[in-house]
């Protein structure tokens, strides 16, 4: 969407929704349809996925919007439900994250004490399926941005412009973010 979305007056519209007023719905939807399809298409990298994320996302907001106790924060609870749904879809269609290329991630669970050996592949998978456990554990803000930056190959302002974090937020989310799960997998191997 080209122009920054009205929070207050969404949140207006929240409000009507809440009450019953199912045309408030209708124009928040309009409202936020792009952002929700942009962030959709960018994280599933298929535009069939992308379209049925949108709709179960939609589905969720509205199934739940009872629950939104501040209607200010209906766009980043929004943005929390296109996560989860993208993130869902996601894992049903792989196998897992995705082929882990990027070096900055792979130096995590990179062991120096590794040779070519028989075992060396069962290993590795491990330590991926140690790294994704790790990942589902991360608090969401890093979770989104490990996820969007290192398994969707997003460069920091794509997710500063799908997520609506600011470029320093998105900065110190991957960074903290890497070192929680440094943290995790470390613990792990000492286990």
């Known amino acids: 969407m080209s122009k920054?979305?009205?929070?207050?007056?969404i949140?207006?519209?929240v409000q009507k929704l809440q009450i019953g007023d199912s045309d408030a719905f209708t124009e928040i939807y309009g409202l936020t349809y792009n952002k929700v399809y942009n962030?959709?298409?960018?994280y599933l990298r298929d535009d069939f996925l992308a379209q049925d994320a949108v709709q179960e996302i939609f589905i969720l907001a509205y199934?739940?919007?009872s629950r939104l106790n501040d209607p200010t924060l209906f766009v980043a609870w929004l943005n929390q439900i296109s996560f989860h749904v993208c993130h869902d879809i996601s894992r049903k269609n792989?196998?897992?994250y995705g082929a882990i290329t990027d070096p900055e991630l792979l130096e995590i669970i990179h062991d120096e004490t590794d040779d070519s050996n028989p075992s060396e592949h069962t290993e590795k998978k491990e330590e991926i399926e140690l790294l994704e456990?790790?990942?589902?554990?991360l608090p969401t803000h890093e979770k989104q941005c490990i996820i969007l930056r290192y398994y969707n190959d997003m460069k920091i302002d794509e997710i500063v412009n799908i997520l609506g974090y600011s470029k320093s937020s998105v900065k110190r989310y991957l960074i903290s973010g890497k070192e929680h799960l440094a943290e995790a997998f470390a613990q792990k191997k000492e286990n």
């Open 4 to 9: 920054e979305l009205d929070h207050k007056y």
């Open 11 to 13: 949140a207006g519209l």
């Open 39 to 42: 962030y959709a298409r960018h």
């Open 63 to 65: 199934k739940n919007i």
């Open 94 to 96: 792989s196998k897992d």
């Open 133 to 137: 456990a790790a990942i589902d554990k």
